[in-house]
């Protein structure tokens, strides 16, 4: 039976990577996901928790390997630099369709090294094709999301059998703050004061903020706001939001409007706000720079649609 490894460098990629493991097998070929152990992953410390992408593995019984098999086929979200070592095709699969422009993702940095790109649609194919084979890009959708889409899914969905803390009675607000200088999580606290009587409030960090801020996010629990630290929980977060606030250079931005969410794109950096303006973001969605944009913004989504 043909393998293809896929090296783990990010804790979220386990999400990314499961569907596309289901079309595999399903087809006679054995996915082989690779857990490196900390000193052998050369990424910053903190973005590979091997604990909760074993914790994944095993509730999904899906069988994972602490080895690699160099002479296998290779799939990565991040760079080359990471399967040095492997003799066979290395494959850079996308980890979400980003807007912002100068993302690591839509760089001539991110297609080195690489045999083959996949990518979400056509866009992204003729960008990279500036730096890249356009024959060894291949459009392969963004199935992290299928069972969003799936009649099954949002059936379950619309009955409420999602294990969140929520309160069915009020609309709930998921936050997906960013990390690091531009992190939003600092503002969280104050906003989570204003509204947080009249909504459940999700928020779901990013992983190193997970690994990073603990304090912080213990914090916000502790002030009655509901953390999701699981890397595995995006969709379903999703799905029973009524508003999303999304940093707007993550890529869960662009993921919350294309599943029809009423998004609220947050600015953390004012140097944003050039390119913002520039693709017109703000007749997709409301933008936020300040907390009085965010209130505003949620009083006209809590009116209209």
Avoid at 19 to 38: D, F, H, K, Q, T
Avoid at 87 to 95: D, G, V
Avoid at 148 to 160: E, G, L, M, W
Avoid at 181 to 191: A, F, G, P, T
Wanted: net charge negative; aromatic share 12%; with cysteine.
């Amino acid at each position: 039976m043909m393998e293809i490894d896929f090296y783990h460098i990010d804790v979220f990629e386990v999400s990314v990577f499961l569907p596309i493991y289901r079309a595999l097998e399903s087809i006679g070929v054995n996915p082989r996901p690779i857990l490196p152990n900390e000193q052998a992953n050369t990424a910053a410390a903190g973005y590979l928790d091997v604990e909760e992408c074993v914790k994944f593995y095993r509730k999904n019984k899906i069988k994972y390997y602490r080895d690699p098999n160099y002479h296998n086929p290779v799939c990565t979200t991040q760079g080359s630099e990471f399967l040095s070592l492997y003799r066979n095709l290395r494959i850079r699969i996308p980890y979400g369709p980003g807007l912002y422009p100068f993302g690591w993702g839509l760089t001539r940095k991110s297609t080195l090294g690489f045999d083959h790109i996949i990518v979400h649609g056509g866009y992204y194919r003729n960008y990279l094709s500036h730096f890249f084979d356009i024959e060894k890009i291949h459009v392969g959708g963004y199935p992290r999301y299928d069972d969003y889409f799936s009649s099954d899914f949002n059936n379950r969905v619309d009955t409420k059998e999602i294990p969140f803390d929520i309160d069915s009675a009020l609309e709930t607000i998921l936050i997906l703050p960013t990390w690091g200088e531009y992190s939003s999580l600092s503002k969280l606290l104050k906003l989570s004061e204003i509204i947080r009587d009249r909504f459940s409030i999700l928020i779901k960090p990013h992983h190193l903020s997970v690994a990073r801020e603990f304090e912080t996010l213990g914090y916000l629990e502790d002030n009655g706001l509901i953390i999701l630290r699981e890397s595995d929980v995006l969709v379903e977060a999703l799905a029973v939001s009524d508003i999303v606030i999304c940093d707007i250079r993550s890529c869960t931005f662009s993921e919350s409007i294309l599943a029809n969410k009423k998004t609220i794109g947050l600015v953390t950096n004012n140097e944003d706000l050039e390119w913002i303006n520039q693709q017109n973001l703000n007749l997709i969605c409301y933008i936020a720079v300040d907390l009085d944009d965010l209130i505003v913004a949620i009083e006209k989504y809590v009116h209209h649609d």
